[in-house]
């Protein structure tokens, strides 16, 4: 499975981005996916998860209420809605597919794919 980020951009805070994670074929539907975000220097920090199944979803306190992941199996793509945006959100967005275990741990997940730079100026 082959993941690749898109959507990010550069905002001011209160903004909304749409970001989308796509994927080469139909395996992907098989797993749970997570978005994490990182800042240079900084460890890989989970921000949400959906899983294979009824697409139950997780999320991170400091994004609860302002994210919302989603997915469409048909199109093997999945999405993280981000409102309200913030200046503490930037960072590099990634999504990969869970491979199990703990959700909020990147090192429970693989297939992770080139992020996107989200910067959000005050």
């Known amino acids: 499975v082959q993941l690749q980020a898109s959507g990010g951009g550069l905002v001011q805070a209160g903004a909304s981005l749409r970001l989308s994670c796509a994927a080469s074929g139909r395996r992907f539907n098989w797993y749970a996916v997570g978005w994490f975000r990182q800042v240079p220097g900084g460890e890989r920090e989970f921000v949400a998860v959906i899983t294979e199944g009824v697409g139950t979803t997780y999320y991170a306190d400091s994004v609860k209420g302002r994210f919302t992941i989603s997915r469409d199996k048909g199109n093997y793509t999945v999405s993280l809605q981000m409102n309200s945006l913030k200046p503490e959100d930037t960072a590099v967005y990634f999504c990969?597919?869970?491979?199990?275990?703990?959700?909020?741990?990147?090192?429970?997940?693989?297939?992770w794919g080139p992020g996107t730079q989200v910067t959000v100026s005050s």
């Open positions: 990969a597919c869970h491979f199990g275990g703990r959700y909020f741990n990147p090192r429970e997940y693989g297939y």
